[in-house]
């Protein structure tokens, strides 16, 4: 894509599903890679193809000292940071009446302000370059459309991107555009789930106007669309790619068994 090639990118979540696919299209254009997750069997894998142009940090999003650490890594290893994609995200599914509030409160550091402290420091590098940068945020379907046994989730995705319009607005100054992508349900490996249960993705398949979960390439293009010359043009906006979910509202998961009900949504 025009405008990537010989630039430095920083992914959060890169080990697996939405976030390796990035990473996977960064490296074929070029692009040098840092990349920020807990998940070092993943990590691992990324570098042994990465032909030396992959730096994996192991942390977590929602330590602040990772996300200073990683970033810096980024531009005392390759000198800047050009583009930086915020995927790592978790959720804990429970009914707010049943749900502990601790698991509501490590989805929102991960989801949200895991995103907060990373605009922090990816933005703190980019505004040393004389071209600013591009910052992508994942957030989700979910922060347009709510979810049985999903609050914590929907919440800390709508706080994204609101957060990411506000980034916008925040950091023009500095030629940072910042925009988000709002994914509906995809087939990556912590789906597995409710792709593997009939009843379950078939309530999902019945709102899905393209019948299926998406693959995590079609996520990470339009992803480095957004950090791409072609999308010079476009900030502070929310892209929702969900197969034309949103226009027919949320299953209704009320009626599952709370067995049925023990799914993930991560990006």
Known sequence: MKGLKGKVGFVTGGGSGIGKSIVEHLLENDVKVVVLDLNVKGLDELVEKSNGQLVPVAGSVAKEEDVAKAVQTAVDTFGQLNFAFN??????????????????????????????????????????????GSIINIASLNAHVPMIYGSAYVAAKAGVEMLSKNAALEFAHYGIRVNSILPGLIATPINTNVLNDEKTYGKFKERILLNRAAKPDEIAEPALFLASDYSSYVNGTSLVVDGGWEVTGYPNLADLSDEDSKFDFAD
């Open 87 to 132: 995927v790592a995200g978790i959720v804990k599914t429970q009914l707010i009446v049943d749900q502990d509030v601790e698991d509501w409160k490590q989805t929102l550091d991960v989801d949200l302000i895991g995103v907060f402290l990373c605009l922090k420091y990816e933005a703190r590098a980019m505004r040393e370059n004389k071209d600013g």
